[in-house]
């Protein structure tokens, strides 16, 4: 049974149907509060006029032969050129399967450092302007402005670096106050606001001034101020692993996907660990070295883990099966805590240290600090070897989290607090926010599709594949209107599509001529 049920979380499929809402180039297929349409879904994979596979950029395929996948772990099994790294470790077996889980749970040990009073959650735990962050004693019910333009924004900081730039540039219109708490946070303050009042024990809350100048505010919890929009790395049901009972999403609440989110077990560079795979992890993270041991993560001191909260840890637990509150390791309260205990690791002088040592960070953070850490290749159950975000351990094009390859990712998530009978958002603001951020209301200066590549983040226009929950079953998605050439050309300098400036410029192959940044707009042969 318990095999089964571990089974079950790293290939659940959601009962629900997926519906994905679009507009023109909306980066995320997000047609915001207007209009709602049935995504659609195809193989992602371009023939050629032969019938040959092709690539994005039209290049063959390396197994020209090889069907495109339909689920999870057919689309792990397609063609690629990607790095396709052995794990091979040999891991326990107890009556046939996985073995249960030690119960009670572990009580992780905290790391001195998270009580900095630094934000509980998030990847680029930085604000988004170094340097031009302005203290500040009041409250921030009393920011200048229409009330209805002042929106209160809490939940993961994994995406607090890019609501930064948003939020700057909306700052004219609206005044968003961000905070960092946590995803689950942010879940919670979205569906049970009169539970979940925002508290500056929580974190700081930032805003910009129409100036661009970012300064803080006090969350008075006596002020019983609620949040607007909970920002989430995982979908809401993640947030209430290993609970008797999910909620249903209120009517008074209303989900909108953002940029997707990759997450990695993370190494020190001086580590000789190239792989891991999710049942190893299973193994790593949910016994902490006793009884079952996978060398050579075998001492919990120098596991580097978050907390339940997080949804950095929510995402992985949903998908190596073991509850977020079970992980055995040192708690931290940020990111950058994770980073700098890693950090700390590989320059220990010794290599049993640096080898034993893992930890789990978001892509951002990784690219943000690539000179000391990096992430490991993942190899999923029933796969043949374990695969990079990326189609190469040093590469930043997220290939194989794009086109199924690499498990751990998801949509990020807005649950913004919504009138019932419409549907529509309770402020304005809202609206202006959420649609700023999937690219239907463009922001002058701020080219989207760039920042998200800037920040390890996919728009969904670049996705091959979508999933309806966290840890689940993914399957083949193509967005309304492709960006793979843009993205790549900002991700990772370059791209082998051809420009154009209209439909018939371009082969039967990539037959699209897609347009997307700032005016003038650059076009490219796309799906």
Same mark, same amino acid.
């Given at each position: 049974?318990?095999?089964?049920?571990?089974?079950?979380?790293?290939?659940?499929?959601?009962?629900?149907?997926?519906?994905?809402?679009?507009? =023109?180039?909306?980066?995320?297929?997000?047609?915001?509060?207007?209009?709602?349409?049935?995504?659609?879904?195809?193989?992602?994979?371009?023939?050629?006029?032969?019938?040959?596979?092709?690539?994005?950029?039209?290049?063959?395929?390396?197994?020209?032969?090889?069907?495109?996948?339909?689920?999870?772990?057919?689309?792990?099994?397609?063609?690629?050129?990607? *790095?396709?790294?052995?794990?091979?470790?040999?891991?326990?077996?107890?009556?046939?399967?996985?073995?249960?889980?030690?119960?009670? +749970?572990?009580?992780?040990?905290?790391?001195?450092?998270?009580?900095?009073?630094?934000?509980?959650?998030?990847? *680029?735990?930085?604000?988004?302007?170094?340097?031009?962050?302005?203290?500040?004693?009041?409250?921030?019910?009393?920011?200048?402005?229409?009330?209805?333009?002042?929106?209160?924004?809490?939940?993961?900081? $994994?995406?607090?670096?890019?609501?930064?730039?948003?939020?700057?540039?909306?700052?004219?219109?609206?005044?968003?106050?961000?905070?960092?708490?946590? +995803?689950?946070?942010?879940?919670?303050? $979205?569906?049970?606001?009169?539970?979940?009042?925002? *508290?500056?024990?929580?974190?700081?809350?930032?805003?910009?001034?129409?100036?661009?100048?970012?300064?803080?505010?006090?969350?008075?919890?006596?002020?019983?101020?609620?949040?607007?929009?909970?920002? +989430?790395?995982?979908?809401?049901?993640? =947030?209430?692993?290993?609970?008797?009972?999910?909620?249903?999403?209120?009517?008074?609440?209303?989900?909108?996907?953002?940029?997707?989110?990759?997450?990695?077990?993370?190494?020190?560079?001086?580590?000789?660990?190239?792989?891991?795979?999710?049942?190893?992890?299973?193994?790593?993270?949910?016994?902490?070295?006793?009884?079952?041991?996978?060398?050579?993560?075998?001492?919990?001191?120098?596991?580097?883990?978050?907390?339940?909260?997080?949804?950095?840890?929510?995402?992985?637990?949903?998908?190596?099966?073991?509850?977020?509150?079970?992980?055995?390791?040192?708690?931290?309260?940020?990111?950058?805590?994770?980073?700098?205990?890693?950090?700390?690791?590989?320059?220990?002088?010794?290599?049993?240290?640096?080898?034993?040592?893992?930890?789990?960070?978001?892509?951002?953070?990784?690219?943000?600090?690539?000179?000391?850490?990096?992430?490991?290749?993942?190899?999923?159950?029933?796969?043949?070897?374990?695969?990079?975000?990326?189609?190469?351990?040093?590469?930043?094009?997220? $290939?194989?989290?794009?086109?199924?390859?690499?498990?751990?990712?998801?949509?990020?998530?807005?649950?913004?607090?919504?009138?019932?009978?419409?549907?529509?958002?309770?402020?304005?603001?809202?609206?202006?926010?959420?649609?700023?951020?999937?690219?239907?209301?463009?922001?002058?200066?701020?080219?989207?599709?760039?920042?998200?590549?800037?920040?390890?983040?996919?728009?969904?226009?670049?996705?091959?594949?979508?999933? *309806?929950?966290?840890?689940?079953?993914?399957?083949?998605?193509?967005?309304?209107?492709? =960006?793979?050439?843009?993205?790549?050309?900002?991700?990772?300098?370059?791209?082998?599509?051809?420009?154009?400036?209209?439909?018939?410029?371009?082969?039967?192959?990539?037959?699209?001529?897609?347009?997307?940044?700032?005016?003038?707009?650059?076009?490219?042969?796309?799906?």
């Amino acid at each position: 049974m318990l095999q089964q049920r571990v089974r079950d979380a790293l290939w659940a499929i959601g009962a629900g149907t997926v519906v994905t809402a679009w507009g =023109c180039n909306a980066l995320t297929d997000s047609t915001g509060y207007y209009e709602v349409k049935p995504a659609v879904f195809d193989s992602g994979t371009a023939l050629s006029d032969s019938g040959t596979a092709l690539s994005d950029s039209g290049t063959a395929l390396p197994d020209a032969t090889c069907v495109a996948g339909t689920d999870r772990r057919t689309l792990e099994a397609a063609c690629t050129g990607s *790095s396709c790294v052995p794990y091979d470790a040999v891991l326990a077996v107890c009556d046939g399967g996985f073995c249960p889980l030690p119960t009670p +749970s572990p009580q992780p040990v905290a790391d001195a450092s998270a009580e900095s009073g630094a934000a509980p959650d998030g990847g *680029s735990d930085a604000a988004p302007n170094d340097g031009g962050v302005e203290g500040g004693t009041g409250s921030c019910s009393q920011l200048p402005g229409e009330p209805s333009s002042v929106v209160y924004v809490t939940g993961s900081t $994994a995406l607090a670096s890019f609501i930064g730039e948003v939020s700057s540039a909306l700052a004219s219109k609206v005044t968003i106050v961000y905070q960092q708490s946590g +995803s689950c946070v942010g879940v919670h303050s $979205a569906l049970d606001p009169a539970n979940y009042a925002l *508290s500056s024990a929580n974190g700081v809350a930032t805003y910009y001034t129409p100036s661009g100048v970012q300064k803080t505010c006090v969350l008075d919890p006596s002020e019983r101020l609620v949040a607007d929009v909970g920002a +989430s790395d995982v979908f809401y049901s993640t =947030c209430y692993q290993g609970q008797a009972v999910t909620p249903t999403l209120p009517a008074s609440v209303g989900e909108n996907f953002g940029p997707v989110q990759i997450m990695n077990f993370a190494v020190p560079q001086s580590s000789t660990q190239q792989s891991i795979s999710l049942a190893a992890a299973y193994y790593v993270f949910g016994f902490g070295g006793s009884p079952y041991r996978v060398p050579p993560w075998t001492d919990p001191m120098q596991l580097q883990i978050r907390s339940a909260n997080s949804g950095t840890q929510s995402l992985i637990a949903a998908a190596i099966g073991v509850p977020p509150s079970a992980w055995f390791g040192v708690s931290h309260g940020t990111s950058a805590q994770v980073g700098a205990a890693l950090g700390a690791a590989g320059q220990s002088g010794s290599q049993t240290v640096v080898d034993s040592a893992l930890g789990i960070l978001a892509s951002d953070y990784l690219l943000q600090n690539a000179q000391v850490l990096r992430g490991l290749a993942v190899r999923d159950e029933g796969a043949s070897c374990a695969f990079y975000p990326n189609t190469t351990a040093f590469a930043r094009d997220n $290939a194989n989290a794009r086109d199924g390859h690499y498990p751990l990712w998801g949509p990020s998530h807005f649950y913004a607090r919504t009138d019932p009978a419409t549907g529509l958002p309770l402020k304005p603001g809202v609206s202006q926010f959420i649609d700023s951020l999937n690219g239907l209301t463009p922001l002058p200066g701020l080219d989207l599709v760039a920042e998200y590549a800037a920040k390890g983040l996919v728009p969904q226009c670049a996705m091959h594949v979508t999933r *309806s929950n966290d840890g689940g079953d993914y399957t083949p998605f193509k967005a309304a209107a492709a =960006c793979n050439c843009y993205f790549d050309l900002h991700a990772t300098g370059s791209t082998s599509c051809k420009p154009c400036q209209a439909n018939s410029d371009c082969p039967s192959r990539a037959p699209n001529c897609n347009k997307f940044g700032p005016q003038p707009q650059q076009g490219y042969c796309d799906l």
